[in-house]
């Protein structure tokens, strides 16, 4: 597939962007997120999920996938005309509408004998809850020109009104960092931002899957863990590196 290089907002372009909606009251706000005290502490920097808990050797993770920052693809008090840098940026029709998503992930994961593509619809949850996605548009067709209908932020609905990133969530890397852990893909694995050790992370640095396994601050013994970067596969590579869990709604 032919890289794509993405477009993104600059740095403190983003920050006025978030200085804005931290600041105006009508903006999207975070409910309190029910934790289940037995559940690992990484888990917990999920701080947009409706309820966390265990079941077994699984981490449940329950959102209603409402990003926590305005949209142009939103109605009402948290609709935000698009102020990105993207000169093609058309938007698609969709609106975001709730959702009802139940992950059910690994708590352990462990890489698969056999592995397994990513399908279309959401792959991972992100810190603010909102679904992570491959890197096609549909069957086989790379974000090529599902790219300009990004919102400033990096995301935006499909039909159904299911918001969801499949590059880097700009709002998550300005507010939480760039070299961060941003979330989880259904397989149990974390994923991480595009920087490592004050670099940017380059898809050559990265495995099939897109990833690598090394010691983080989140894993200090070590961990296989995921990275977005700003080309092609944005995310994730050839399919998942553990056997994935499940999602439902």
Do not use: W
């Not at 920097?45 to 079941?55: M, P, Q």
Request: with cysteine.
């Amino acid at each position: 597939m032919r890289p794509f290089l993405l477009l993104l907002l600059p740095p403190m372009c983003v920050l006025s962007l978030l200085a804005c909606s931290k600041s105006d009251d009508t903006a999207p706000a975070t409910s309190p997120v029910t934790v289940d005290p037995a559940v690992p502490a990484v888990y917990k920097k999920i701080y947009g999920a409706a309820s966390i808990t265990l079941d077994g050797s699984f981490v449940v993770i329950k959102t209603n996938n409402l990003p926590d920052h305005k949209s142009p693809y939103y109605t009402g008090a948290n609709y935000e005309a698009y102020n990105g840098s993207n000169a093609d940026y058309r938007a698609n029709p969709n609106r975001i509408t709730a959702q009802n998503y139940t992950y059910r992930i690994p708590l352990n994961p462990q890489e698969a004998a056999r592995k397994s593509a990513t399908p279309l619809g959401s792959i991972g949850v992100s810190l603010n809850g909102v679904a992570f996605f491959n890197q096609y548009a549909g069957p086989a067709q790379p974000l090529t020109n599902e790219i300009n209908s990004f919102d400033q932020y990096n995301g935006h609905p499909q039909a159904n009104g299911a918001y969801h990133y499949h590059v880097e969530p700009t709002f998550l890397t300005v507010l939480k960092g760039r070299d961060v852990l941003l979330g989880f893909l259904l397989d149990g694995f974390p994923v991480y931002g595009p920087i490592e050790n004050g670099v940017a992370v380059l898809n050559t640095r990265l495995d099939a899957y897109h990833g690598h396994a090394h010691a983080t601050t989140d894993y200090p013994t070590g961990i296989y863990h995921y990275h977005i970067t700003n080309a092609d596969p944005y995310l994730n590579g050839d399919g998942f590196f553990g056997t994935p869990g499940t999602i439902t709604q």
